[in-house]
């Protein structure tokens, strides 16, 4: 019997068919999942699948100063510097890059949008160069004499 994954709709319908004062056993066979899953839906050990997943930040970002680091890669000191200064007691180089590109930095060409939008102005007009329309065709090119 191959395994049949949680959904929001079905979870929703455990809930549901809960709220109505089935029981454990009922509920598992007319939706073909197993007693204890529906145990835990029930005794609220299962979240919804459709219920945002928390993500926290690790221990040790919050005992960086990282507007600090931000202000020191804007004056151009490497990352790796940077980590060997104010994070390497705490965390591996590596560790660090991935929580910096996750987290904290922007690329550039997103800056720029967010500036523009704070700002008022309309990103696509300055953003993107606008496409380039040639009207002539290479026998034009051709037909002109070299200076």
């Known amino acids: 019997m191959a395994i049949r994954s949680m959904t929001v709709h079905r979870y929703e319908e455990i809930r549901r068919r809960l709220a109505e004062g089935r029981g454990l056993r009922e509920i598992a066979r007319a939706l073909g999942c197993s007693r204890r899953t529906v145990r835990e839906v029930r005794d609220g050990d299962r979240a919804s699948p459709g219920a945002a997943k928390s993500s926290g930040d690790p221990l040790w970002m919050a005992q960086l100063d990282w507007p600090a680091i931000i202000h020191d890669l804007g004056l151009g000191h490497p990352l790796k510097f940077l ?7 705490l965390i591996t180089y590596p560790n ?3 929580q910096f590109y996750r987290n904290i930095w ?9 500036c ?6 309309d990103c696509k007009q300055y953003i993107r160069p606008p496409k380039a329309s040639v009207d002539a065709g290479p026998d ?4 002109q004499k070299p200076r």
């Open 116 to 121: 523009l939008l704070d700002s008022g102005w």
């Open 106 to 114: 922007t690329p550039p060409a997103l800056q720029a949008r967010l």
């Open 96 to 98: 660090f890059w991935k």
């Open 83 to 89: 980590w060997e200064e104010k994070a390497q007691h």
């Open 140 to 143: 034009d090119i051709r037909s």
